[in-house]
């Protein structure tokens, strides 16, 4: 296959920049963290300005971890206006390229397969890639930087390590400058699907840079990291093969639900299943709204640091169903089963296994028909009202206990604030 030409572009410290573009100042000279002011010094900043970065300040630190003597501005999260912004940015790609050339990776992050809009245009990759980053700019007032690579991968490397050190924040790499600059560049961890586990893993066989991947021999990465091997070698050389279309095309074999949440402080045994049955309302809710069935539930518990292993289990149901009663009372059977009664839980998640249309519902002998159809008819009423009134307006007698967290979760967005009140 002929090389195509693809960007991927990143919005700067997206979470913090849009909070300064919406108080009227400069994302690039800025001191600004998004964190929740309400918790604890402990709790993650979810962006920090690029002028904190500058100065020695991680991305993804905690509040305590920013110099005392540093002078900042924390901004609330508000994720339903990032959101918001994301989609605008989205509206100015679609001046540039077809939805089907584009492919959104993340709430800050999207590829552009360019391939057949240069001639047309006729621009460079980089020349288009300045006037998409400056329109973004003038637009929404968000810095940008862009990488541009021959293939997915290298454009996402020339991102992630080679834009930052160009002036106008733009990187290109094809394969043959992508070996002859990066071949030595270390830490292994500031490449794609690197991550420090897979880096130990590396390092413990002598190899500590992508030179040293694509020379070492292919038969002991393969006993290594199995299946997983392919796209280490691959990725050493440059080389990969998928393509945006067929990222679209792709369609997943085995379908699932799931919501998870990090409690923010200990719960016990009782307070723990208060919350799995929040969480299976929520999620069989889902289920009826996309017009979906499951056969098959499966359960995480983590504890506290104090306590070492966390409790996990599946289990089968004997009906393919979205009934909130069928399927709180498995998960209730699954929680007793399997959680540690007397170690305090921190983390929690369910998931639908096996999740296909109620086209294909079905009941076992000792199932009413009568009675699942009108817990799915209570359930489209529920979702009704949550539309039109709010996810608020209706609540169960267990959401209003002092250890419930749905009336707070659904004020939130990716487990933060959305910037809306009650």
Sequence with gaps: MSDRMYLCIDLKSFYASVECVERGLDPLTTNLVVADPERHSGTICLAVSPSMKSMGVRNRC???????????????????????????????YLKYAAKEDIHVYSIDEAFLDITDYLPMYRLTARELALRILQDIRDT??????????????????????????????????????????????????????????????????????????????????????GVDAEYLIDHSWGREPTTIAEIKAYKSKNNSLSSGQVLFREYNYEEGLLIVKEMVDLLCLDLVDKGLVTDSIFLYVGYSRDTAKSSHGTSPLTVTTNSVRVITKAFSLLYEKIVNKTAPIRRVNIGFNNVVDEAYEQYDLFTDPA????????????????????????????????????RERNLQIGGHKSGESD
Excluded at 62 to 86: C, G, T, W
Excluded at 372 to 390: H, N, S
Excluded at 392 to 399: C, D, L, R, S, Y
């Design 371 to 406: 009675e699942l159809e009108k817990d799915r008819k209570i359930q489209m009423a529920v979702l009704d009202i949550k539309k039109k009134f709010g996810k608020n307006a209706i609540m169960k007698g267990m959401n209003l206990e002092d250890a419930a967290t749905t």
């Design 62 to 92: 905690r509040v305590f971890q920013i110099p005392d003597n540093m002078k900042y501005i924390m901004a609330p999260p508000r994720m339903k206006l990032y959101i918001e912004h994301s989609a605008n940015i989205y509206s100015i």
């Design 140 to 225: 929404t007032g968000l810095p940008a930087a862009c990488g541009i690579g021959t293939n997915l991968y290298l454009a996402k490397i020339a991102l992630d390590i080679t834009a930052k050190h160009n002036s106008d924040f733009i990187g290109y790499l094809d394969e043959e400058t992508y070996r002859r600059t990066l071949w030595d560049h270390r830490p292994l961890t500031d490449f794609w699907r690197i991550g420090p586990g897979i880096a130990s893993r590396l390092s413990s066989m002598g190899i500590t840079s992508m030179g040293e991947v694509a020379h070492m021999d292919e038969k002991l990465l393969y006993k290594a990291f």
